[in-house]
């Protein structure tokens, strides 16, 4: 009788360790949602009310006030601004993103759009990737475009902003397709320079010979841009073929909501 009582408690003892182990072990999976998909907003310029109101068709050009009131939409339906690490890392499988994931991307690199964003991204707590084009950091001071110094001091100073790749020289409006060497070449500088891993392709044209050199020489995915590209970021997608959606300047705040939440999101 005693016997079979002790066996019996050892039993329950052994069960429930048993139990305990297997839910340490193997915790219950986290319900997040991953997103199936991911807005990567394209911009260009953001300007002063005043020069907006003097082109107000300008297609690269947004106001200050359009662009925070954009800024604020996203945080009051608490989209989560990721980096470029976080897109491809999802992207690969290696990483659940939370259904509403945004990465937000200015292409070129003004220098003032860049000092005019920092304080809206601030005021809602968003992160931004600014894709400048190698070469122009080196211009000075007094260029249109930010300086390898200020890039420097905001690498340390404002973590919520990421700056990346637009190429090193590339940035021509006539498309030329270069020899592998050449953008292997363009792709080592800004490896060397900057350490960038992720390149937006200036005016969206890319040939498979670029990919080939820029994959070869450190870059780890690819951003695409025009009409023709357009759309949200997918897993399906080649790492180096990634789609964005351009905010123009032209862009209503209900065109700029309904692009974001459109049905099968
Ligand atoms: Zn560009």
Redesign the pocket.
Known sequence: MKQGYLKRVCAMALTACLMLMATVAFPAPVRAENARNVPVLTY?KVVSKKRKKKHPEARMTLSVGQFARQMRWLREKHYTAITCDELYRWHEGELTLPKRSVLITF??GYASTIERIIPVLEKYDLKATVFV?GATTYYGEHSKYISTRRIRELRKSCPRLEFQS?TWNL?KKKRKARSYARYAADAKKQMDAYGFEYVAY??GFVTRKMVRAYRDNGIRMGFLFGDMFSGFATRNQSRYAIRRLEVPGTMTMDEFKKMLESPGR
């Open positions: 260009h292409d070129d084009i637009h940035h200036p005016f």
